[in-house]
C-alpha cells in the first residue's frame, strides 16, 4: 500500500511538472510575441 501510494504520488507530481512546463513554454512564447510586436510598433 505504501510504496502504491508513493508510486501515485510520484506520478502525480511529474504530471504536474509536466503541465507546468508545457503552461511555460506557451507562455514565455506569447510574451515573446507580445514583446516583438510592441518593439514593432516602436
Excluded: A, C, D
Amino acid at each position: 500500500m505504501y510504496t502504491l501510494l508513493r508510486s501515485g504520488n510520484l506520478n502525480y507530481w511529474g504530471y504536474k511538472y509536466k503541465l507546468g512546463q508545457v503552461f511555460l513554454s506557451f507562455g514565455l512564447r506569447f510574451l515573446f510575441r507580445r514583446l516583438s510586436s510592441s518593439v514593432s510598433f516602436l
